[in-house]
């Protein structure tokens, strides 16, 4: 099993969403973030005196999926948050060695029933 996190440009993340639950993805996350350093959309920052530089809002959308499913999913996210400008975002999947349920306590695949 495999998480995805993509931060994805606020006003992509409609499309985003839309398109990973065409593809089947039934629970995702989703939370506002800021981008700072390279994430950072030359044409879209803001200058926070609490984090010391520029950042810009984006969005993180989060899910778990099969490993077989991971690059099939990937393109989904890109496909719908490419702009082609710099700061569109960024997709990572990682290893999942364990999901449980906190309400029945199912571990793994039965888990995210």
């Known amino acids: 099993m495999r998480q995805v996190n993509a931060i994805v440009r606020t ?17 995702l996350y989703i939370s506002k973030v800021h981008a700072l350093g390279a994430g950072v959309d030359p044409e879209d920052f803001r200058v926070s005196m609490d984090e010391g530089e520029a950042y810009t809002e ?12 991971v ?21 990572v999947a990682s290893q999942v060695t364990h999901v449980v349920s906190v309400r029945t306590g199912a571990r793994d695949r039965v888990a995210l029933l």
């Open 58 to 69: 984006k969005n993180k959308v989060e899910f778990l999926c099969p490993r077989a499913r």
């Open 71 to 91: 690059d099939e999913l990937v393109a989904v996210i890109r496909d719908a948050a490419q702009t082609g400008h710099r700061g569109d975002g960024l997709v």
């Open 11 to 27: 006003d992509r993340v409609s499309r985003v969403v839309q398109a990973l639950q065409d593809a089947g993805v039934a629970r």
